[in-house]
């Protein structure tokens, strides 16, 4: 974890290797996507929401990824919903050639999750309900 914000902003540098890559040695659209739920829940939690189900999550991507490249994910919160405990988060995961080329666009995630309310919170309000 490259940068942690109180605000859920989250860099992570990851490079493709081992289990994240299909048989033909690229990163797995489904690591995309597992990279896009955990590192979106993280930051989630880093800004002090409880992290509760995932309710949608996107992966568009925009390239393939070799074997060995460095990547870049860098996750922000987009939206807080006053009307319901829900969270939408995006992600942008990138590529940085080892030579300080320019940076390329692999891909782009959302994530809609729910947001927990306290235990205590839902304690009390479950017994002014009765």
């Known amino acids: ?7 859920g902003s989250m860099v992570v540098s990851i490079t493709a290797r081992g289990l994240l890559l ?9 690591a ?7 590192l ?11 992290s509760g189900l995932s309710m ?5 991507v925009h390239r393939r990824v070799s074997k060995g490249e460095r990547l870049s994910a860098e996750a922000r919160i987009a939206k807080i919903y006053d009307h319901a405990p829900v969270v939408a988060l995006e992600m942008d995961i990138w590529s940085c ?3 300080g080329g320019e940076r390329q666009l692999v891909a782009t995630g959302t994530h809609v999750k729910s ?16």
């Open 56 to 60: 949608e999550i996107g992966v568009k």
């Open 22 to 30: 299909d048989d033909a040695g690229t990163l797995h659209e489904g």
């Open 97 to 99: 050639p080892a030579d």
């Open 1 to 7: 974890i490259d940068h942690l914000g109180a605000d």
């Open 40 to 50: 979106t829940s993280i930051g989630q939690i880093a800004a002090g929401l409880l």
């Open 115 to 130: 947001i927990r309310r306290p235990f205590i919170e839902r304690f009390l309000n479950n017994a002014a309900a009765r």
């Open 32 to 38: 995309l996507a597992l990279l896009v739920d955990t």
